[in-house]
C-alpha cells in the first residue's frame, strides 16, 4: 500500500472507532441493571472498604518516595502518626541496624 493511501487510515479508524464507543455509552446509558444497582449499594452502605473483585492494588508513585510519605495521612491510614514505633530497618536475621547501611556504589 502506498504512503499517500494510508493516511486517511488513520482518520478513518479513529472515527469508526469512536463511533463505536459512543454507540456502546448510549447502549448502556438506558439505566442500570437491578444487581449493579444492588452492588453499588451494597458497596455504598459497607465498611468503606474495597470491592470484592478487586484482587490487587497496583500503586506506583516517585523515585525516593514512601507509599507512607505520600498516603499515610489519608483518612483511615494507619501512617505517619505511628511511624516511630514500627519504622526500626533490621538486617536479615533481624537484628535493628544500629545506623542504616550505606548503598553500594555510594560515597
Same mark, same amino acid.
Given at each position: 500500500?502506498?504512503?499517500?493511501?494510508?493516511?486517511?487510515?488513520? @482518520?478513518?479508524?479513529?472515527?469508526l472507532t469512536s463511533?463505536?464507543?459512543?454507540?456502546?455509552?448510549?447502549?448502556?446509558? $438506558?439505566? @442500570?441493571? @437491578?444487581?449493579?444497582?444492588?452492588?453499588?449499594?451494597?458497596?455504598?452502605?459497607?465498611?468503606?472498604?474495597? =470491592? +470484592?473483585?478487586?484482587?490487587?492494588?497496583?500503586?506506583?508513585?516517585?523515585?525516593?518516595?514512601?507509599?507512607?510519605?505520600?498516603? &499515610?495521612?489519608? &483518612?483511615?491510614?494507619?501512617?505517619l502518626s505511628n511511624?516511630?514505633?514500627?519504622?526500626?530497618?533490621?538486617?536479615? $536475621? +533481624?537484628?535493628?541496624?544500629? $545506623?542504616? =547501611?550505606?548503598?553500594?556504589?555510594? @560515597?
Amino acid at each position: 500500500m502506498h504512503r499517500h493511501s494510508r493516511t486517511w487510515l488513520i @482518520p478513518l479508524a479513529c472515527t469508526l472507532t469512536s463511533l463505536a464507543l459512543i454507540a456502546c455509552q448510549r447502549e448502556q446509558s $438506558t439505566g @442500570p441493571s @437491578p444487581a449493579l444497582d444492588a452492588e453499588r449499594r451494597a458497596a455504598d452502605e459497607g465498611d468503606g472498604g474495597i =470491592p +470484592g473483585r478487586l484482587q490487587h492494588l497496583v500503586v506506583i508513585y516517585l523515585e525516593n518516595r514512601s507509599f507512607d510519605n505520600l498516603y &499515610g495521612e489519608f &483518612g483511615g491510614a494507619d501512617g505517619l502518626s505511628n511511624a516511630a514505633a514500627t519504622s526500626t530497618q533490621v538486617d536479615a $536475621t +533481624g537484628t535493628p541496624f544500629a $545506623t542504616l =547501611p550505606q548503598v553500594s556504589g555510594s @560515597p
